[in-house]
């Protein structure tokens, strides 16, 4: 899961990013990208994340990984 967490956000940012990095606080990821990180999900994991969830969820690919797992 990590692997495929971390080459959807370099897919998605054109960078490489750590697991634990911290995405929004960095201003690694914007509100555009985010959606873009949203759409991705959905399509390769076919989960939804609420737009009131998503700063929580996309703080670092390891929330994204947690929040995967528990939807799945």
Known sequence: MEQQILALFERVLS???G?????I???ILDSILAVDV???VQDEFGCMI???DVA?????????AKYIEGEV
């Open 15 to 17: 960078r490489k990013v």
């Open 19 to 23: 697991f634990h990095d911290e995405l």
């Open 25 to 27: 606080e960095s201003d």
């Open 38 to 40: 949203v759409l991705e």
């Open 50 to 52: 609420s737009p009131t």
């Open 56 to 64: 929580t969820v996309l703080k670092t690919p390891a929330s994204l």
